[in-house]
C-alpha cells in the first residue's frame, strides 16, 4: 500500500467540504488546522452543544455548524468522526448510508479493529478509511484546541478489505495538509502496538496516581514532588470517556500489557531485594544502565 | 523547628566560601545560581576531572577548583556534597573532621536517613544539616546545568539530632539565596514519602520502558509513539549510578511502593476485565473519573 507515500498525492480539491463530528480537542485542532492551511476549504462543525459551534465559528475554525450529523454527513467530500471509539462505531452504521458518491469516512478513534469491524459491516466499505493521528494532549475540548496540534505527528490509516485506493488517497491528503505523516497499519497491529506505546503508559500513570494519593498527605505532595511526579502521572488526566472506549475496545491487548508490566515490576522488586541484602553489585546497575539505553533508542 | 521560615533569615555573609563537592547537574547547578545572585560568594569546586574543573571555571560558576575535596571542605563556610548518596555517606566521615568551627556541612541527596545516621556519628554533628533539593531532571552532568533550576523548588532541610540552630539557618539561607523555599522534615518521614512521589515513579518509568521495548519494534515505537509514552518513561533516562544509590538506600520504603503499584495494576485488570465480559458499565468509568480528580488535586 504505497498509495500514501507516492510523491504525486493530489492535494484536496479546492473548494471541498470538510465536515468534522465532534469538536473536542482532536476534531477542533483539525478544523483550525484546516482552515489554518486551506481557507478555501469549506470546514463543518457538528457538536452536541450551540456553545461549542458558536465558540468554534468565532474563532474561524468551522464555516459552519450542525447540532446532528446528518445534514453534515450529506453534504461532506470528507466525513471525520471525531468523538470516542465506542460512538464511532454506533455513527459509522447511521452515516455511512448518507454519504455522496466518491466522499470518504474516516474517523480519529484510538482503537482501530473495532472501527475497521463497523466500517466493513456498511454497503459503503469502499468509502471508509480508519484513521488515527498518533498526537493528543492529557487537556481536551474545544479550550485546547490547537492548530498545530497535529505538525509532524503520525497519521497512521488503516484500510478496511474493501477501501479503494483513491479513498486512501484523499485521507492521506487531509493528513499531509494540516502537517502529519501518513503511514499504513493493518487495525490488528495497530492496536497491539498502541496497547503498549499508549494505552499501558495511561493505564501506569492511572495506577501510580492512585498509590501515590492514597498514603500521601496533599500538602506533603505539593511540597515534596516535582517534574518526576508531574510527568509521569500526566496521562492520568486524560478524558475518562474517551479513556473508557479505548480501554474496553482494546481490553486483551491492555491486559495482556498490563500483566507484562506487572511481570516486569516483579523482576525490579526482586533485583532491589537481592541488591541490598546480598551486595550482589552489579546486576541493579547493569539494568539500570539497560533501561537507560532503551529509553534513549527510538 | 520555625529557624527556617523566620521572616529575619540572615543572608550568607558577604565573602563567605562555598565548596560544592561534585559539579553534575545539581552541585552545577548550585554553583551557577550562586554565581548568579551573589558574586561575592567564593565559590569552591570538586571534580574527578580536570576538564570538569575547566569548564566551570570558563563558564563562571566556580572562582577556584579541586581534584580532591579534602582542601575544599578546609575553605569552606559552607560544604555542599552534591554526588550519589552512597558517596555522600562515605564523604561524611572523612571531611567533617577538617570543617572550620562555623562552618557547615550539608548534601544535595535524594534520601536522607542513611545521610543523617552518617552525620550523627561524626562528633561534629551540630554543624551538619541534611538536605534535599526537590528539583531535578532525567539529563547529568555540568553541560546540563541551569542557574534557575532551583528557583520555586522546595528545599528539603532534615536536621540530626545534634544540629544547631545557626547551622539549620544558615542552610536555610543558602536556599533562599537560589530562589528556593526551605522546609523542615524527619529523615524517616522524608524517605517514605519520596519513596512514593520520585522513587517509585523512576521504577514505574523503567518497568514500563522495558515493557514497551520488549514487545515492541523500534521503527514501530518511534512511529507509533507521542507525548504520553515521552512523558511517562522520561525518568528511565536518570543517572544510573545515582540512581542505584537512592534504591539501594531506600530499599524498605521502595520495595513496599511497588508492591502497592502491583496491587494497583492488579484492581485495574480485574475492573478492565469485568467491564469488558459483564458489562457492569459505570466501575470502570467512576474509577477513570476519580484517578482524574486525584491528579488535580495537588
Tied chains: 1, 2.
Excluded at 481557507?39 to 456553545?51: N, Q, T, Y
Excluded at 448510508?97 to 466500517?119: C, F, H, N, Y
Excluded at 485546547?144 to 497519521?155: E, I, M, V
Aim: hydrophobic share 45%.
Amino acid at each position: 500500500m504505497n498509495a500514501v507515500d507516492k510523491p504525486e498525492l493530489p492535494s484536496i480539491p479546492c473548494g471541498s467540504v470538510v465536515a468534522i463530528v465532534g469538536l473536542g480537542l482532536m476534531g477542533g485542532s483539525l478544523a483550525a488546522a484546516i482552515k489554518a492551511s486551506r481557507p478555501d476549504i469549506k470546514v463543518i462543525g457538528v457538536a452536541r452543544r450551540p456553545e461549542t459551534l458558536a465558540q468554534a465559528t468565532q474563532r474561524g475554525f468551522i464555516d459552519e455548524g450542525f447540532l446532528e450529523p446528518e445534514p453534515a454527513a450529506q453534504a461532506a467530500d470528507i466525513l471525520v468522526l471525531a468523538v470516542p471509539v465506542l460512538s464511532i462505531v454506533n455513527l459509522v452504521g447511521r452515516l455511512a448510508p448518507l454519504l455522496r458518491e466518491g466522499a470518504v469516512l474516516t474517523d480519529l478513534g484510538s482503537t482501530k479493529v473495532a472501527v475497521i469491524q463497523a466500517m466493513e459491516k456498511v454497503r459503503w466499505g469502499a468509502q471508509c478509511v480508519g484513521s488515527h493521528p498518533i498526537c493528543g494532549k492529557e487537556v481536551s475540548g474545544l479550550d485546547a484546541s490547537d492548530p498545530q496540534l497535529y505538525r509532524g505527528a503520525t497519521w497512521v490509516l488503516c484500510p478496511t478489505d474493501f477501501t479503494a485506493t483513491w479513498a486512501m488517497e484523499l485521507v492521506a491528503s487531509l493528513a499531509k495538509e494540516v502537517g502529519a505523516e501518513p503511514v499504513v497499519y493493518g487495525a490488528a497491529e495497530h492496536d497491539a502496538i498502541l496497547a503498549r506505546t499508549s494505552h499501558l503508559p495511561f493505564v501506569v500513570a492511572a495506577c501510580l496516581t492512585r498509590t501515590i494519593a492514597k498514603k500521601t498527605a496533599p500538602h506533603d505532595l505539593r511540597l515534596l514532588s516535582a517534574g518526576g511526579y508531574r510527568d509521569t502521572t500526566r496521562l492520568a488526566g486524560s478524558d475518562p470517556q474517551m479513556m473508557q472506549d479505548i480501554l474496553v475496545s482494546n481490553r486483551a491487548n491492555i491486559l495482556e500489557a498490563i500483566e507484562q508490566m506487572q511481570a516486569e515490576l516483579e523482576v525490579f522488586k526482586q533485583l532491589l531485594a537481592n541488591e541490598a541484602e546480598s551486595g550482589a553489585a552489579g546486576l541493579l546497575r547493569g539494568y539500570l544502565e539497560e533501561t537507560r539505553s532503551l529509553r534513549r533508542q527510538p
